[in-house]
């Protein structure tokens, strides 16, 4: 059993553990509260933009101004996976590199093979993971440190041009998308080429009138989707952080409750050894001065 000295030391140790986990749970749940806000804001703008592009899309899928659309061989394969710049967040960062490992080991399996699955990384927990098993071609760790709605549309833009030019046949986003502070739901959702609706043109014509035509309107809305889609995903894992960290500082500072409540009784079993060893000492030394 250890000594006294031994344990109090431990006690402390833990203690002060428990205040910087029981400090970072407030900090994020304060962080987490704005970031909701902000997807709350979003999503609704997201979906519907979305859904009037997917409508068009299906009808424009001939037309040259769909060069976002289309089915494509799928030769060449950019994955871009969305974590965080810090950790102690439980296995927020690790569900993502765990899949796209799953990918480039499942379906893009061939593309991994002939050398033409990238990955763009975003932040440097997914950064530093990724680099040491897939082919990385960038980073935007920086994106956290000012993060809005200017800085993710030049990366999409990038993105955008690339995909144009024959860089890459499909792109896909990898990320948690928040559910609640407890729930995080790992998802990875194509985002090139942009997915469409089967929707029948009657309905799209009761529902929408189009000035000056639709292929003006893909034109500018495509671009504008895909910003807010990409910004979405973005919010999404920053609320999918805050939420995974609040919860693993809230099991933390509860085991070192714990840890501290069996450290103690520890201590007390050996404080009372120690005072009964003393005690018999005491009493031996007498019994032997008796006789």
Do not use: W
Not at 48 to 70: R, V, W
Request: charged content about 25%.
């Amino acid at each position: 059993m250890a000594n006294l000295k031994e344990i109090r030391t431990r006690i402390s140790s833990v203690e002060k553990t428990k205040q910087v986990t029981a400090a970072m749970k407030m900090v994020s749940a304060a962080k987490l509260k704005k970031a909701q806000d902000a997807i709350v804001q979003i999503r609704p703008y997201a979906d519907k933009l979305q859904e009037i592009l997917g409508s068009l899309s299906g009808s424009l899928s001939d037309s040259e101004e769909n060069i976002y659309g289309g089915e494509r061989k799928t030769d060449k394969v950019l994955l871009v996976a969305i974590t965080s710049n810090k950790g102690l967040c439980g296995a927020f960062n690790s569900n993502v590199f765990k899949r796209v490992n799953e990918l480039a080991r499942g379906v893009y399996s061939k593309q991994k093979s002939a050398g033409n699955l990238k990955v763009l990384a975003i932040g440097k927990q997914g950064f530093k993971d990724l680099s040491k098993v897939q082919d990385v071609i960038g980073h935007h760790n920086e994106l956290f440190d000012d993060m809005n709605f200017e800085n993710t549309s030049a990366i999409v833009n990038s993105i955008m041009e690339e995909y144009v030019a024959g860089a890459y046949d499909r792109v896909e986003l990898v990320y948690n998308r928040f559910k609640n502070a407890g729930v995080q739901i790992l998802t990875n959702e194509q985002f090139l080429p942009i997915l469409t609706e089967e929707a029948d043109d009657s309905k799209a014509q009761a529902d929408y009138i189009f000035e000056p035509g639709k292929e003006a309107i893909v034109g500018e809305l495509i671009p504008k989707s895909l910003k807010t889609q990409f910004f979405g995903a973005i919010l999404d894992s920053i609320a999918s952080e805050h939420g995974a960290r609040m919860t693993s500082m809230h099991k933390a500072t509860d085991n070192a409750s714990d840890l501290i409540q069996d450290l103690k009784l520890h201590y007390n079993q050996a404080r009372q050894a120690a005072i009964t060893n003393e005690i018999l000492e005491i009493v031996s030394g007498a019994n032997a001065l008796a006789q």
